[in-house]
């Protein structure tokens, strides 16, 4: 039996692999040897949360109980080769980040309503934060009084959060550089064998 030239193989390893990788990786669809939707095996890493087999599966570079996690570095603390340092996604300072831009989403948003229902009167409420209580010197009802306060502590309060939970944030480490995922696939044919290998180099 031929062995088919090692150039060849190559060759042929360069024009097929990456279009055969490329179909799978980007279809909407777990299939192959993916671990989640278009990730893991021989695509981009997967994020925290999602499905994997193995470490190499996720960007973090740590798989448990079959799901990517997020993996901590303690502050100042250099990133080993091949990972950078990023805001943690599941502390506590995420958690307040998160329900501080719900609170003061849900505050400006009814500010912003308010500004544009009486022009004359709350034209403040369009400022972020100070606004509902620069408004209340022009109102004079007790109810749209306690409404504007409650506005402004929503918004104060979630600009709070979100400022608490910047400066208390942890870090994690995240891949920067895909490692070789390589697939072997030999293949016999009466001219000879042949050795193929594709994946991410």
């Known amino acids: 039996m031929r062995l088919v030239p090692v150039c060849a193989a190559l060759g042929w390893l360069l024009l097929s692999a990456p279009a055969h990788a490329g179909e799978s990786c980007n279809d909407g669809k777990k299939n192959g040897p993916e671990s989640d939707v278009d990730c893991g095996g021989d695509c981009p890493s997967c994020a925290v949360g999602q499905s994997c087999a193995s470490a190499r599966d996720c960007a973090s570079g740590l798989c448990g109980e079959g799901v990517c996690q997020e993996r901590v570095i303690a502050r100042g603390t250099d990133a080993p080769p091949g990972y950078e340092t990023r805001a943690s996604s599941s502390?506590?300072?995420?958690?307040?980040?998160?329900?501080?831009?719900?609170?003061?989403?849900?505050?400006?948003?009814?500010?912003?309503?308010?500004?544009?229902?009486?022009?004359?009167?709350?034209?403040?409420?369009?400022?972020?934060?100070?606004?509902?209580?620069l408004s209340l010197r022009n109102v004079e009802e007790p109810v749209l009084k306690a409404l504007i306060v409650a506005d402004g502590a929503l918004q104060a309060g979630g600009a709070a959060l979100i400022i608490g939970g910047v400066v208390s944030s942890g870090s994690q480490i995240v891949r920067t550089e895909q490692s070789a995922r390589i697939v072997v696939t030999p293949s016999v044919h009466r001219h000879g064998a042949s050795v193929g290998l594709f994946g991410s180099f």
């Open 91 to 133: 502390d506590a300072g995420a958690t307040a980040r998160h329900a501080g831009l719900l609170f003061f989403g849900v505050g400006y948003a009814g500010a912003y309503v308010s500004a544009l229902a009486l022009p004359g009167k709350l034209s403040w409420m369009y400022a972020p934060v100070f606004g509902p209580w």
